[in-house]
Every structure is written in structure tokens, then in C-alpha cells.
Nanobody
């Protein structure tokens, strides 16, 4: 059974930094692209960042230059490092895994596995 468990969310002031992690089990992690999406109240879930199984990274324009994504295949974990946080970054952040060897895409349809989410709140 595939499990994705996010951790590290919390409350941070605008301009601050926060790191969230996603630990996985039940899949051959190194074969899967990993992504982060977020959903603010009343809005659709949107793509934030992804890292392919080969290590290529992709970012939404809204976070480019402020967020980084990395993975540790030995720990089956993907990380999202967030810097220069803004109030509009407030959302529930979800981790997702692609099908094996798939290239990451920006829509939810490309991600069959999801975590439960972790809340990130940025106070202005």
C-alpha cells in the first residue's frame, strides 16, 4: 500500500522560511516523480513544484526563485524548501507521486498517489 506522509507545516511570518517533507512507503521511490501541490480555501488545488525521477525540477511561476524541491532516494523522501514566504502562499500543501518513470505534469491527473496534506500559514 502506497503511503505519503507530509510533515513540517506550520505558521510563519511573511518573509520567513519553512521546509516541508514527504516521507513515502510502498513504492519504489527512485522510479517516481514527486510533486507538491497546494490548495487554499475556496480555490482549486494547484501545482507548486515537482522533481522527476531523474532529478529534473519544475516550478510554478508564482514560486519560482523562492521555493526549491529536492529528493533523497535513500530516505524515500521529498522536500520542499520555501523562502520569502508571502501571505498568498497560505494553503494546505499536498505531496504527490507520479506513475513510475512518468514525467511530471502540472495537472492532478498525472499523480495517482497523494498525501493527506500539511497546513502552511503565512501571517502578514
Amino acid at each position: 500500500q502506497v503511503q505519503l506522509v507530509e510533515s513540517g507545516g506550520g505558521l510563519v511570518q511573511a518573509g520567513g522560511s519553512l521546509n516541508v517533507s514527504c516521507a513515502t512507503s510502498g513504492l519504489t521511490f527512485r522510479r517516481h516523480g514527486m510533486g507538491w501541490f497546494r490548495q487554499a480555501p475556496g480555490l482549486e488545488r494547484q501545482f507548486v513544484a515537482a522533481i522527476s525521477w531523474t532529478g529534473s525540477t519544475y516550478f510554478a511561476d508564482s514560486v519560482k526563485g523562492r521555493f526549491t524541491i529536492s529528493r533523497d532516494n535513500a530516505k524515500n523522501t521529498v522536500y520542499l524548501q520555501m523562502y520569502g514566504l508571502k501571505a498568498e502562499d497560505t494553503a494546505v500543501y499536498y505531496c504527490a507521486a507520479s506513475r513510475p518513470f512518468d514525467q511530471p505534469i502540472h495537472t492532478m491527473s498525472g499523480w495517482p498517489y497523494w498525501g493527506q496534506g500539511t497546513q502552511v500559514t503565512v501571517s502578514s
